[in-house]
């Protein structure tokens, strides 16, 4: 079983930076792979991104491409998301989620473990 705990969410003005943090509990952190979502109010919990088991490998949604960059650290048990050129619709809860399955990684049901996430508000 793995924790997951998601942090570096705030407040920040349009065209703004962040760096959210997800740390995993445990020692078996490579059976994992890992993904970031998130959810605006109203509106279903969407796939943002995810990295493979040994980080060699990545994938963004289409609306996130080009602006955010996820990356993990096998040694400190950790995945981030870079997050450039904020944009109001950016605005959303975002939870990071680990799976050991080899299923569609953009679908929050194929994932085991669930942070209890962090907001991001993007004004404009």
């Known amino acids: 079983q793995v924790q997951l705990v998601e942090s570096g969410g705030g407040l920040v003005q349009a065209g703004g930076s962040l760096r959210l943090s997800c740390a995993a509990s445990g020692r078996t952190f490579t059976r994992y792979t890992m993904g970031w979502f998130r959810q605006a109010p109203g509106k279903e919990r969407e796939f943002v991104a995810t990295i493979t088991r040994s980080g060699s490998s990545t994938y963004y949604a289409e609306a996130v491409k080009g602006r955010f960059t996820i990356s993990k650290d096998n040694a400190k048990n950790t995945v981030y998301l870079h997050i450039n050129s904020l944009k109001p619709e950016d605005t959303a809860v975002y939870y990071c989620?680990?799976?050991?399955?080899?299923?569609?990684?953009?679908?929050?049901?194929?994932?085991?473990?669930w942070g209890q996430g962090t907001q991001v508000t993007v004004s404009s």
């Open positions: 989620a680990a799976k050991t399955s080899n299923g569609d990684p953009r679908n929050p049901d194929e994932y085991d473990y």
